[in-house]
């Protein structure tokens, strides 16, 4: 068993010349067809699209509810094995001269931006502010809602969906992708993580479905990430000024404060897409790990700090506790009230989010193969799972706690959080301090958000370009990425112009199942690739690629 040194080799075949040089023509033009024909889809025929996405959203919703539960659950155990275990954690993804490309705070800068930057504005608030008016425990009526004693399960539920269950997924496609990559000399692209269970079939037709359902997966999470920035990014430019004619009466963006703020992000990540990730998406994640920071800073000065900190140290213990219980609980409806309110609850949040994770997981895994190499296991689950988990946790006790803590406390009634998802930061600024510095931290928080929208769009560009490429990520086929700059803005302006938000979810929960059952695959192919590994070093057999 294990005797046999493993693949080492898998040939991908790219076009020599033309318009699709250097290219994977199955992959990069079928994957151009899909999403186009998504796009005419839902800007022509706008109420077909939403009814037809509709139906389906909810059958997934309700007929894979339990599928996602345990999935990530799955995630998690592969993450927290491999890390633990001394003879896996140990293991360097890369030849043993291999060194890192980046330093820790660039790596740390480029992972925690790509992977939850533009969440993490629009939801540290939003997030904790909705659980602690309802959430599982409030509707058992084991906490009230909107009470003292719901502070704890509400940053439980915040945690279950923004902490290691979220970072697990991103991981394990990373990971996997690093390992055959940098110590088997494996192409970076998705269907390398499956060499241990197919082969040299990935090659061919298998290898190729299995690219082209990553690149709809990564276009469509990456549209749900970004249709929540737009959001708040349109309402920041209407609180610092640029007019009423951005928004709609309710609130929401209108179509022309789509098209003004798609243009501005798309347009400078494509530019930026084009200089690379040692350059444009470097430069930019560097500076918006410092504006998160200052912004950080500024909570912890003149926000509910001790409120946060309590919150922070109460909520990380309770979730951990519960942890195991509450990863594979599956609710399901049964005809009573609560049963079926806590079932309901669960696909709106929590298999809504593990099927944002999942087809997130191939844009936020290249990218953290990518600026990886060098690294062991041990130091890539714990860079990679733990450390933007517990920033999370931060940011979540800190600012969200400050919004409870003016709502519980402070008198600021429902003045947040009766604001709306995307403006419940500015309404929260707004009620701490005086128009003028209001007006000023608005401006930053802008900032903030364009460079995580700007960053997150040019990695995801760069991300599908590399999968169309068959692994080659160097940049390339600028027309290409001009290509995909645009059609991901159309995804995302003509989903939010024709159905808003809920027509990008529905979108993108349709997207990520196929991909979950790649991922699935994959987390298999690692811990078999893992396992052999060992064994062949028993035996004597080489299996690290080393460069000739």
Known sequence: MAKLPPLMELPIETADDGFYSGFNKHVAITSKI??????????????????????????????????????????????????LLPSTGKLKLGTPDDKPEFSSFSWFSMMFGAGIGIGM?????????????????????????????????????????????AWACYSLVGLSLAYFAYRRN???????GLAPLFGERLSGSVGHVVD???????????????????????????????????????GSPSAAGVVVALVVIMGASTLSALSG??????????????????????????????????????????????????????????????????????????????????????????????ISRGRSLREYIVGSVLVPS??????????????????LNGEAGDLISGAGQSNQLFAMLDFML?????????????????????????????IVNTINAAGEDTPKGRPHIVFWGIALSLVVGGLLIVGGLDAIKTAMVIGALPFSFV???????????VVKDSIREKNGVINVHVES
């Open 277 to 370: 990730v040692g350059k444009g998406i470097k430069w930019l994640s560097n500076i918006n790990m410092g504006l998160s920071f200052f912004l950080l800073a500024f909570f912890i000065l003149f926000g509910s700090t001790f409120f946060g900190l309590g919150a922070l140290f109460n909520g990380l213990i309770e979730y951990i506790v519960r942890l195991p219980g509450i990863l594979v609980t599956v609710w399901r409806p049964d005809g009573t009230e609560t049963g079926d309110a806590l079932a309901s609850w669960q696909e709106g949040w929590s298999v809504f989010y593990w099927a944002w994770w999942i087809a997130f997981a191939p844009f936020v895994g290249v990218f953290l193969a990518r």
């Open 186 to 192: 494996l192409p970076l692209t998705i269907r390398s």
């Open 519 to 529: 991922m699935v695959l994959m987390g298999i192919a690692l811990v078999k690739a």
């Open 212 to 250: 082209v359902v990553a690149v709809v997966a990564t276009i469509l999470g990456v549209a749900q990430t970004l249709g929540f920035g737009v959001e708040q990014f349109v309402s920041g430019l209407s609180r610092i000024g640029f007019g009423d004619w951005i928004t709609a009466e309710d």
């Open 34 to 83: 899909l999403v186009s024909a998504l796009i005419v889809w839902a800007i022509s025929v706008p109420e077909n699209a939403a009814a037809v996405l509709g139906v389906l959203n909810a059958f997934l919703l309700k007929g894979f509810a339990a599928w996602y539960i345990y999935i990530v659950a799955f995630f998690i155990l592969i993450c927290v094995g491999l890390a």
């Open 434 to 462: 005086s128009p003028t510095l209001a007006w000023i931290m608005a401006i930053v928080v802008v900032v903030l958000l364009l460079t995580y929208l700007v960053t997150t769009a040019d990695s995801a560009v760069l």
């Open 121 to 165: 504005l629009t939801f540290a608030t939003a997030e904790p502010m909705y659980h602690f008016a309802t959430n599982p425990d409030v509707i058992k009526g084991t906490t009230d809602a909107s009470g003292a004693n719901n502070v704890g399960s509400a940053y439980v539920w915040s945690f279950l969906h923004w902490g290691f269950s």
């Open 390 to 407: 517990l920033m999370c946790f931060v940011w979540f006790t800190i600012v969200g706690g400050t919004a409870i803590d003016l709502t």
